[in-house]
């Protein structure tokens, strides 16, 4: 029986057909309508109808989806708008007729990379997307931890720590989510843009950062110092809480050489003393990674 990924995210919607050893048969992409719930429906539907017209088959389906899903079902997502407190799943799965796996797009890519990429042959594997958000979701034993309540995983939203604000005399943000100074709004790819301004005063990409970083001008290196600060910190707090064996890092933030070469020593330096970060590995699969982690998803339906 052949299963469907689907990645949903805020801009494009990439399909993948794969077959029951996930070997990928065929695979494509869309762009997502963001603004009408019943298109975005209607839109998944056709493309599981399109999928099940190539195999011939009603196949399984394992759905990634930017945002949390709360115990009940209901979809809350910044990315999608017109999904957010929406019950995806549920409508979804009417509309075809058939069960679906709805998860969240970073633990999906954390299953995937734990599975069959970076972190295949390691027990405790965390996954961790830094792009334009921050999060990922941790696998034992190439099984997702799954909770009660479904936002482990949510690295982003840790709190930037007091002495790390005071040392730079970092701003104290409200992030998207509500919160207050949640790392996500520093570390991911506006945050980057957001440090160098702090330090230089001019607004930037993080492309643009990238370069000067190179050229070692020294606003740019000065928001990089303090950018792995922050990241260190942050990850020497998922060492302390979950001891994964690997952080498998994907996301646009985490192709920067500058950043990987020198994140280790950053998060040793919020570790006891004596003891080593975990080892650090870029993602396998790259960006379809999440629609390979939403298939293996949809094979438990069968299972």
Request: hydrophobic letters at 40%.
């Amino acid at each position: 029986m052949a299963v469907y990924g689907i990645d949903i995210g805020g801009t494009k919607i990439e399909t993948a057909i794969f077959d029951h050893n996930l070997n990928l048969l065929k695979s494509w992409r869309i762009d997502t309508p963001t603004q009408d719930y019943q298109v975005f429906l209607d839109t998944l539907r056709q493309l599981v109808e399109q999928a099940d017209e190539y195999t011939g088959e009603r196949g399984y389906i394992g759905i990634g989806m930017p945002g949390l899903i709360t115990p009940a079902g209901q979809s809350l997502s910044a990315n999608v708008p017109c999904a957010s407190g929406k019950y995806v799943r549920d409508d979804l799965s009417r509309s075809l007729s058939r069960p679906i796996v709805l998860e969240n797009d970073t633990r999906c890519f954390a299953l995937s990379e734990a599975v069959s990429g970076a972190g295949k042959g390691y027990d405790r594997v965390f996954g961790a997307i830094i792009g334009t958000g921050a999060a990922g979701g941790f696998c034992r034993n190439g099984h997702l931890d799954k909770t009660q309540q479904g936002f482990a995983g949510e690295y982003g939203h840790i709190p930037l720590p007091a002495d790390i604000q005071a040392q730079y005399q970092l701003p104290v943000l409200k992030c998207g989510c509500g919160l207050m100074a949640c790392v996500e709004s520093y570390i991911a790819g506006p945050g980057i843009s957001r440090l160098y301004q702090h330090f230089n005063g001019e607004l930037i990409s993080p492309e643009q950062w990238v370069l000067r970083l190179k050229q070692n001008e020294a606003a740019a290196q000065q928001a990089l110092q303090c950018y792995l600060d922050i990241l260190g910190s942050t990850f020497a707090s998922l060492a302390k809480f979950l001891e994964p064996d690997v952080i498998v890092l994907g996301g646009g933030v985490s192709l920067v050489d500058e950043i990987v070469e020198n994140l280790s020593p950053a998060i040793e330096k919020y570790l006891f003393s004596g003891f080593r970060a975990p080892q650090l590995k870029r993602a396998l699969h790259g960006d379809s990674s999440g629609v390979r982690g939403a298939a293996l998803l949809g094979l438990k339906i069968h299972d």
